[in-house]
């Protein structure tokens, strides 16, 4: 289930003036001239997609032989969890256990990250009656299994979604996203895995303390255990919606000023004075960049909502999202080479033609030659939304196809 239908758990009055900051607005214009697509919505069948609805949200990689991708499917009466294995020659399901399986149950993972081929947690919701909880799902390196996790705030009455996770070692983990009130005040949420267990830990909530009232953290990305960085927005006092920062210093979050204005959705730092993070609504300063002191923003073509964002050098970092385009919801894939930021072309699996919908979600990349892409696209012919993986070679971004060919994309 996707956050608008979370939120239906609570009063719809107390935040309707959430919808906007949690989801921002859909498309834009144009960010760079409709790509190369045939148009066609050819399935693929090297890339499971599950139930008769598939989305994937997050991607992590170890090496060139290891990486996840988490989402969830819908089965016709329930939505669960999904996960998906590369291992270097191809994407295979892997099962994950769910909060039940019967009408109505739904379970979703938004997020994933590794510090080994042995240790990955994936981070997400799960509804329980009326209420959405927080989960957190750990791999050992032959199963994935639940492990509990707190739901800070109103965990009878409210909502909590986990959007981000990042690991500094195995035994040091912040899992980040929100939780909503039955008064539908929305707050900050971290979540801390101390090798044992994960526990809430307090963090800085800007703006006012009113119902209706938003804030909400969405990636986080740590360089060691001493220093992260936890990225998201909130609304101020004047309804304006803000970007949101919170550095983790070794004992404690504080807020550090960004100054602009839209929710920012991911992070990624090559070290602790190198970080960027990425705007989820349209703007041509979609990226801002953090030296250890400060953010700044810095232009990027276009005007589109930047999903995720994955560095591996100072001068090699690659964004993904969406834009509109005559009345088409395109893939964007941006690349930074240390100096500038420049749209990359990519393929849109769903079609370019006006009603076609693609949607790009999250990225990881082990080297600037070998990054993957996650997210869905809506198949005519299947009627539903379906898993699209893309695979960036170094030279070009592929639809993934298990056999080295651009499916649906004439280069």
Request: glycine share 14%.
């Amino acid at each position: 289930m996707g956050m608008k239908g979370m939120l239906a758990t609570v009063p719809a009055a107390a935040v309707a003036g959430l919808l906007f900051f949690l989801f921002g607005p859909t498309g834009g214009p144009p960010g760079k001239a409709a790509g190369t697509a045939t148009g066609r919505t050819t399935p693929d069948p090297a890339v499971p997609s599950l139930g008769i609805s598939s989305r994937l949200q997050g991607v992590a990689c170890t090496s060139v032989r290891n990486c996840w991708a988490v989402g969830s499917y819908e089965t016709g009466i329930a939505e669960l969890n999904e996960a998906l294995h590369w291992d270097g020659h191809s994407w295979s399901e892997i099962a994950t256990p769910d909060h039940g399986t019967s009408p109505g149950h739904q379970s979703s993972l938004t997020a994933v990250t590794c510090t080994s081929a042995s240790n990955c947690w994936a981070v997400g919701s799960y509804d329980r009656g009326t209420v959405q909880l927080n989960e957190a799902l750990h791999w050992d390196g032959s199963s994935w299994s639940e492990i509990a996790t707190p739901d800070p705030g109103f965990p009878e009455t409210g909502v909590h979604i986990l959007d981000g996770v990042s690991c500094a070692s195995p035994a040091n983990c912040w899992a980040v996203g929100i939780h909503i009130s039955d008064r539908g005040i929305s707050r900050n949420a971290e979540l801390r895995w101390n090798g044992a267990s994960w526990s809430a830990v307090n963090v800085p909530n800007p703006g006012a303390n009113v119902a209706g009232d938003g804030r909400k953290l969405s990636g986080i990305a740590c360089t060691s255990a001493s220093d992260c960085l936890a990225v998201g927005g909130y609304v101020d006092v004047a309804n304006a919606e803000r970007n949101e920062a919170l550095r983790w210093n070794g004992s404690r979050w504080l807020r550090v000023a960004t100054h602009d204005r839209g929710a920012l959705t991911s992070a990624s730092c090559t070290a602790a004075t190198r970080c960027w993070a990425v705007r989820g609504q349209d703007s041509g300063h979609g990226a801002i960049r953090w030296n250890g002191t400060r953010w700044s923003a810095v232009a990027t073509p276009g005007r589109a909502e930047l999903n995720g964002v994955a560095c591996t050098a100072a001068a090699t970092c690659v964004t993904v999202g969406n834009y509109g385009h005559a009345g088409a919801l395109l893939n964007e894939v941006l690349g930074w080479n240390g100096n500038s930021w420049s749209a990359v072309a990519v393929p849109d699996p769903g079609g370019t033609s006006a009603g076609s919908q693609n949607r790009l979600a999250s990225v990881a990349c082990t080297s600037g030659v070998n990054c993957w892409a996650v997210g869905s696209y809506w198949n005519d012919s299947a009627g539903a939304h379906q898993n699209v993986v893309l695979h960036w070679n170094g030279h070009a971004w592929v639809w993934w196809s298990g056999r080295g060919q651009r499916v649906g994309y004439d280069a």
